[in-house]
């Protein structure tokens, strides 16, 4: 069964520093996200992304936060100056039709900022 | 904004028991309701799910209940095994709009053998 794969598995970057957490959805979906989990609370929606523009982005995507997909298969999210508030499981999710269909997570990038 | 409560936060049950979560949305034009397994350090997986126009689905151990007057839905889980044990998290998702998912907070299970 095809699965959402994210790369690294663990990233350990110095506050300030600029992160490129990777995913590479399902090869058919079309509908992409992020989402973001602090150790111990409950996933938190980031951002949508679908036709190649945002969709939709929370609270919490502000200006450091942008999302690329560089080709036709990888499926970024940067943080451009990071915080130690970003330190989290980074996980995104993709599905094929958007609206009520199942959201398939891939297994998570843990940042650590130092 | 959309919210979804989830309680209890943790339960533990004897193997074989029933478990019951319970999850209340706001949003009343929330039609899409799925249950989230996670266990540690693990991707979040899909059990089951509802969607807005059925009031019960049964998936052999697990069903999922939908009350939209009252906005709520509930998982439950029958003859519980100790390899059910994992963090279980409910989501609703809003019709016409973004198709973000909005997780309530987890409920910690332990099915102790």
């Known amino acids: 069964e095809p699965e959402v794969t994210q790369t690294p598995s663990h990233q350990v970057t110095q506050m300030g520093q600029e992160v490129i957490l990777r995913c590479v959805p399902i090869s058919n979906h079309l509908y992409f996200y992020w989402y973001r989990q602090i150790l111990g609370q409950k996933v938190e929606f980031l951002v949508s992304f679908y036709n190649n523009e945002i969709s939709e982005k929370s609270e919490i995507f502000d200006d450091q936060f942008s999302v690329e997909r560089p080709d036709g298969s990888n499926f970024t999210l940067k943080i451009r100056s990071t915080k130690l508030e970003d330190s989290a499981m980074y996980f995104c999710?993709?599905?094929?039709?958007?609206?009520?269909?199942?959201?398939?997570f891939g297994p998570g990038t843990r940042l650590t900022v130092l | 904004g959309e919210n979804v409560e989830q309680h209890p936060s943790t339960l533990s049950v004897q193997e074989g028991d029933s478990a019951v979560i319970k999850c209340t949305y706001s949003?009343?034009?929330?039609?899409?309701f799925p249950w989230y397994k996670q266990e540690l350090g693990k991707r979040p997986q899909l059990i089951i799910d509802i969607r807005s126009n059925v009031g019960e689905k049964k998936d052999q151990r697990i069903a999922v209940t939908l009350n939209k007057t009252a906005k709520h839905f509930s998982l439950h889980i029958t003859e519980t095994q100790p390899e059910d044990s994992a963090v279980y998290f409910c989501a609703s998702q809003t019709q016409g709009g973004s198709e973000k998912l909005v997780f309530g907070k987890g409920m910690k299970l332990t099915v102790n053998p």
């Open positions: 949003d009343s034009a929330s039609n899409y």
């Open positions: 999710a993709s599905t094929s039709t958007g609206d009520t269909d199942t959201q398939y």
